[in-house]
């Protein structure tokens, strides 16, 4: 069993700035890449910001210069840093990990129950 488990989430004003983290839980062997996606009400969920296990990394055009992912082996744990909050930036915003479980040779996709950031005044 393995959990994905998001915190950082609120209200903020906009210019403002928010820190999100999401921490992989359980029968964990290795983590590929950790990402960060968002859907706004009526929208597409879409991708955020998303790093592999070597770092490299990748943003969506919109959050481009004002978040930065990282992650923390140590601790299964991904991540994203947001400055310059906009109105737009308003989403769910949801983790995903790419994982080796113990009991699996294939890697596997896993998401957590998301959390809301509102950008507003």
């Known amino acids: 069993q393995v959990q994905l488990v998001e915190s950082g989430g609120g209200l903020v004003q906009p210019g403002g700035s928010l820190r999100l983290s999401c921490a992989a839980s359980?029968?964990?062997?290795?983590?590929?890449?950790m990402g960060w996606y968002r859907q706004a009400p009526g929208k597409q969920r879409e991708l955020v910001a998303s790093i592999t296990s070597s770092g490299d990394t990748v943003y969506g055009d919109s959050v481009k210069g004002r978040f930065a992912i990282s992650r923390d082996d140590a601790k299964n744990t991904v991540y994203l840093q947001m400055t310059g909050l906009k109105p737009e930036d308003t989403a769910v915003y949801y983790c995903?990990?790419?994982?080796?479980?113990?009991?699996?040779?294939?890697?596997?996709?896993?998401w957590g129950q998301g959390t809301q950031v509102t950008v507003s005044s």
């Open positions: 995903n990990a790419a994982l080796l479980r113990y009991s699996n040779i294939r890697l596997e996709d896993y």
């Open positions: 359980g029968s964990i062997r290795v983590i590929n890449a």
